[in-house]
């Protein structure tokens, strides 16, 4: 059973996600945070498909991120997922926080994906 806190998430999750949709023009931007990585995928909604992920597992941002803090690191992601957007030629989506409050290192994810070339 997840943990009071878990659950409050999960509800502000569901109250967010009846307003956000990605389509094919506007793909969905959605983050998963857990205690150590951030995880961040670029979702069509209405095919249900993937169109680009990064975390901080992938090789190139792990090697670079041993004297990096986690915010820091969150926004590596974020560059480095809209790096992939833009060469699969998507400018613009909609960002789900997923339910975590946009502060700290989802900020800092956003932030990167902004500086990174992407518009939401």
């Known amino acids: 059973m ?4 878990e659950q409050i998430r999960l509800r502000r999750k569901a109250s967010i996600r009846k307003r956000v949709h990605g389509t094919t023009e506007r793909p969905r931007l959605s983050v998963f945070r857990s205690a150590k990585h951030i ?5 069509d909604d209405t095919t249900s498909a993937t169109l680009v992920s990064a975390s ?3 090789k190139e941002l792990s090697a670079a ?7 820091e690191m969150a926004e590596l992601v974020g560059a480095s997922i809209a790096k992939a ?6 400018t613009k989506v909609v960002f789900d926080r997923n339910g ?3 502060h ?4 800092a994810l ?3 994906a902004r500086a990174g070339g992407l518009d939401f």
């Open 65 to 71: 991120g041993d004297d990096k803090s986690k915010r």
């Open 85 to 90: 957007c833009l060469a699969k030629g998507i």
């Open 2 to 5: 997840p943990s009071q806190n």
């Open 39 to 43: 995880y961040a995928q670029v979702i």
């Open 100 to 102: 975590y409050i946009y």
């Open 104 to 107: 700290g290192r989802i900020k």
């Open 56 to 58: 901080t597992l992938l």
């Open 110 to 112: 956003a932030d990167g």
